[in-house]
């Protein structure tokens, strides 16, 4: 919950940045065209994925670390 500027980037990142910049260099500096516009928009999408996954993956990781030592204290306490 309250992580909607992570996803907000996420689509940024794969939209504005990936996907564009990807598409632009494989069809026009790369002269493949139609086939480059295609290949660079599954490239952004594939590369974002990764991100994502390793993004959430810390994510996870964090929560699942603040909960044990909430629940340590909880315990203790």
């Not at 990936?18 to 599954?42: K, N, W």
Request: hydrophobic fraction near 55%; charge should be positive.
């Amino acid at each position: 919950m309250g992580k909607g500027e992570n996803s907000f980037l996420i689509t940024l990142l794969r939209t504005i940045i990936l996907q564009i910049s990807l598409a632009y260099i494989l069809a026009f500096v790369l002269d493949f065209g139609f086939t480059g516009v295609i290949a660079g928009i599954v490239a952004g999408n594939i590369m974002t994925g990764f991100i994502a996954f390793g993004w959430g993956t810390r994510t996870v990781r964090g929560l699942k670390r603040a909960l044990a030592h909430d629940v340590q204290i909880a315990v203790e306490g």
